[in-house]
């Protein structure tokens, strides 16, 4: 197929989006989100229709503009998550980290057979759930909650799913340090664990013997099933 010189300029912003993005990810401790984006910069090509949609992408497919790579990495972990991809659900996590030409190949029959729902998802830009995000929030609160000795109230835009809304109730390490809420409940995940976010800490620690009680939270967003 003929490909003009403004196709194959799309095809390599992509290319390099998912490049960076596998940068990023492996920088952040993801190393499996850090696979499956370089394996998609090195194996998508124009077989298909939706292959050729992704790599002719209009806008700006970096991680600074349209986040291309976490659109098409979410599209794909929603289908593991509904079931639909077992083949490519037994490469995810908690597995190993598989072969990329096996990954890549149960990516390419994921997006094969599933076009229209990946089509439909790359519509919306990514939005990202990280708790590690959480740790300064608290170490906010705690220092409010030493300066006041009031219980806060929690407003939270943008909550998506809500996963900073109940950021008292996660452990903490702060540097060496560890923190939890005993006034909270547990932060367990799905497997009963308890959910604990480490982070460094330069400077003066937050006062981690403030009273923190929250007296409500409540949060918002605009599109939260997106």
Do not use: K
Request: hydrophobic share 45%; proline share 9%; aromatic share 8%.
């Amino acid at each position: 197929m003929f490909q003009s010189s403004s196709d194959f300029g799309a095809a390599a912003a992509v290319r390099e989006a998912f490049l960076t993005q596998a940068g990023f990810c492996e920088r952040l401790g993801s190393p499996f989100t850090a696979l499956l984006c370089r394996v998609l910069a090195d194996g998508v090509d124009s077989a298909n229709e939706l292959e050729r949609s992704i790599l002719a992408w209009r806008g700006d497919p970096s991680p600074c503009g349209d986040s291309l790579p976490l659109r098409l990495a979410g599209a794909l972990h929603a289908l593991v998550r509904a079931g639909r991809v077992p083949a490519l659900a037994a490469l995810y996590p908690p597995h190993p980290l598989a072969d990329p030409p096996r990954l890549l190949a149960a990516v390419r029959s994921a997006l094969c057979e599933n076009g229209a729902f990946v089509r439909e998802f790359l519509r919306h830009p990514p939005q990202t759930n990280e708790v590690g995000r959480a740790a300064p929030l608290v170490a906010g609160w705690l220092e409010i909650a030493a300066r006041t000795g009031c219980p806060l109230s929690l407003f939270e835009l943008g909550a998506s799913a809500g996963l900073n809304v109940i950021a008292d109730r996660y452990a903490y390490r702060f540097g060496d340090t560890p923190w939890r809420n005993e006034a909270a409940g547990s932060g367990a995940d799905a497997t009963g664990a308890e959910v604990m976010v480490a982070c460094g800490w330069r400077g003066p620690l937050p006062p981690l013997d403030a009273p923190l009680q929250i007296h409500s939270r409540r949060g918002c967003d605009r599109h939260p099933w997106t």
